[in-house]
């Protein structure tokens, strides 16, 4: 959990600082957003309703930056490289995944320290979950 220092005594987690559920909400359900309309990355959620995957998304965020821990109590240890193995991601459903989450970043609209952290977190996470370099 990332921890900025707020300006008084109090301190308070990213989650709280940036808006809490709301925020992540509104950043979840644009990326699904922008999924739905990409031709590489749709077809890799098995679902055709994007809901669930929002919602797992929604959670794994809310709980990352100190929010509620709901994603742990109903689905465990992330495991986020084991659980993406299934699909092919490579360098370009990489790029894609990123492109989506930019659009919803910045609809955020958060403070320059808050988004270059948020921002920082979502690229390191995308080049993790790289699992092939083949088309």
């Known amino acids: 959990m ?22 992540f909400a509104k950043l979840t359900r644009v990326f ?26 929604l959670m794994f965020l809310e709980q990352y930056w100190g ?3 709901t ?6 240890h992330p495991r986020l490289r084991m659980r993406h193995m299934p699909y092919k991601i490579n360098p370009d459903a990489r790029d894609r995944w990123l492109r989506c989450m930019r659009v919803a970043v910045d609809e955020l609209e ?17 080049l993790a979950m790289v699992n092939t370099f083949e088309d």
């Not at 008084?8 to 709301?22: I, N």
């Not at 077809?43 to 995957?53: F, K, N, R």
């Not at 320059?112 to 921002?119: A, D, K």
Request: hydrophobic letters at 25%; proline letters at 9%.
């Open 110 to 126: 958060l403070s320059p320290l808050h988004e270059s952290t948020l921002w920082d977190y979502l690229e390191r996470a995308a």
């Open 2 to 23: 990332v921890q900025i220092q707020p300006s008084g005594d109090h301190q308070t987690s990213f989650y709280e600082q940036v808006g809490g559920r709301p925020t």
């Open 67 to 69: 929010g509620p821990t």
């Open 32 to 57: 699904y957003r922008e999924v739905a309309a990409d031709e590489v990355l749709k077809p890799m959620y098995p679902e055709e309703d994007l809901g669930p995957a929002e919602e797992r998304l």
């Open 71 to 76: 994603y742990g109590e109903q689905r465990g």
